[in-house]
Structure formats: C-alpha cells, structure tokens
C-alpha cells in the first residue's frame, strides 16, 4: 500500500507542477471555458489573475511538499488535503460555466487520490 501512496505523491505533484509551471501559458483540452492560457481560465470563471497567480502560488507550494512528504511525511497529510480542497474548487469552477464533465476529469482523478493519500 506504501508504494501506491508514494506513486499518488508523484503522479499529483509532478502533474500540479507541470500544469501550473510548464503548461500555464500552453491550449490543453481540460482548460474552463474556450481559454488556451491558465490566466484564461481564471477569466473564463470571473476570477482575477492576481487570484490566478495566489492559487498557483499556493499549488506549487503544496504539490512540492507532497512529493517531500515522500521523505518527510509530517507534510503528506496537510498537502493532500490542501489540495484536495483547492481541486473541489476546481470542480465547482468546471461546473459553475457549465462546462462539459471531461474537462473536470483530471481535478477529480487527482481529488481522488489526494483523498486517498490523506486517509489510507
């Protein structure tokens, strides 16, 4: 069970980061609305950037202390569940523009697991 923890730590926070750091300003499928950046979609939602900017501030934050939790796993619990909270409101963001349910798939599949890790 050790092990499917630890490969959830990894699969979550090298996913965060890459969306956040590496695909932020990239079109993806799973963007809200019609947006092709990540400051798009904030504004596809009626969300500010500086909102933007905090949000990703606070998932990098808490996708790099996840995968830290690895080694350090005071810090596995707090950062699933940050997470997780952040993801629910990712959701209801999907649902708020009415959005088809694929694009909420990625932030359900990682609420899911964040779920786990925090719980299991």
């Known amino acids: 069970m050790n092990y499917l923890i630890i490969a959830f730590q990894v699969i979550v926070g090298i ?6 750091l590496l695909q932020a300003k990239k079109p993806t499928k799973w963007r809200g609305g019609n947006a092709t950046t990540i400051i798009e979609e904030f504004e596809a939602y009626g969300l500010s950037a500086t909102l933007c900017y905090t949000i990703g501030f606070i998932k990098v934050t808490l996708a790099i202390l996840l995968i830290a939790g690895i080694w350090y796993p005071m810090f596995t619990q707090p950062a699933a569940l940050g997470l997780a909270a952040l993801l629910s409101g990712s959701i209801l963001m999907h649902i708020k ?24």
């Open 97 to 120: 523009i009415k959005d088809p349910l694929l694009k909420s798939f990625p932030a359900a599949l990682f609420l899911v697991m964040c779920l786990f890790i925090a719980f299991v």
């Open 15 to 20: 996913s965060i980061l890459n969306v956040w």
